[in-house]
Each structure stands twice: as C-alpha cells, then as structure tokens.
C-alpha cells in the first residue's frame, strides 16, 4: 500500500499518537489540508471559531489580549474551544512562516471525536492544560 502523506503527518501529531492506522484513515478523510503564507491569520480572539487546526508545517504565533502566549511548532494543534462549546476564538493564531495545516470544520472534528472517546479525552486534557496556562499567565 503507498504510502499517505496526509496519514504520517497526522500519526505524528502527539494528539493522534495512539489512533489505529484505521481511525487515521476516518480522521484524515474527515478534514483537508491546506497552505498558508506567512503572516496569515487563522483565528482571531473574540469572533466565532469554526475551524480545528493542526499544524504539519511551520510556525505559528498565539497571542491573547495582544500579548504572546506561545508559538506553535509542527503537531500542535487549536481552535478546539470553540469546536467544543461553538463561543469566540479565545486567542488570535497567525502564521510566523509559511505553513501546511491539517483542518476540520465543526461537523468533521465532531464526527471524529464521536467515534473515538481517546481522542476526546486527549482534546479535553490538552484544551484543560492550555486554558491553566493561560489563567497561570494572567496572575
């Protein structure tokens, strides 16, 4: 069988280590791959978010309240806030450099999370570390 691009990308992002080759396949057909320029904006703190990110190529800057929170290297992933309780970006995301991302629009990312309960636990857990972060960085 050749070898899928779009399936060793994804089985190299930390959120979807312990996926089977089976739930790749489901999550890599759920959502599409695209290439931005640097200096794109992807999402923008405090309008509605519609879309999960993951980051295969390139880097990209969070930035909440105007501040930089952190940058975003290949594997890591955002949007799924607001994929989760569909309210406003809670952060703005702009690309440092040119980048290939991996995207879902909410019905896909609930599709995929529907089927796999690791996988929403994992979301869940990182989406709970991420929002500590934050709240640890405000005080």
């Known amino acids: 069988m050749a070898a899928d691009p779009k399936l060793d990308a994804l089985s190299r ?3 979807f280590a312990h996926c089977s080759r ?12 695209v290439s931005v320029p640097a200096g794109k904006t992807l999402t923008r ?8 990110y993951v980051l295969l190529e390139g ?10 929170r952190r940058v975003l290297k290949p ?3 955002f949007g799924e806030i607001s994929m989760i309780d569909r309210g406003l970006a809670t952060a703005t995301v ?14 896909q990312f609930r599709d995929a999370i529907k089927t ?10 990182a989406m709970g570390e991420r929002l ?7 005080r």
Not at 22 to 33: C, M, P, S, T, Y
Not at 45 to 50: F, M
């Open 13 to 15: 992002v930390p959120l």
């Open 22 to 33: 089976r739930e790749l396949q489901f999550i890599a057909k759920e959502g599409d791959e």
């Open 75 to 77: 594997g890591d992933f």
């Open 116 to 125: 796999n309960e690791q996988l929403m636990i994992r979301v869940l857990m």
């Open 59 to 68: 880097e990209a800057e969070v930035k909440v309240d105007g501040k930089r």
């Open 45 to 52: 703190q405090g309008r509605p978010g519609d879309t999960f």
């Open 132 to 138: 500590r972060g934050d709240l640890a960085a405000t």
């Open 94 to 107: 702009t690309t440092l450099t040119s980048a290939r991302l991996f995207v879902m629009s909410h019905a």
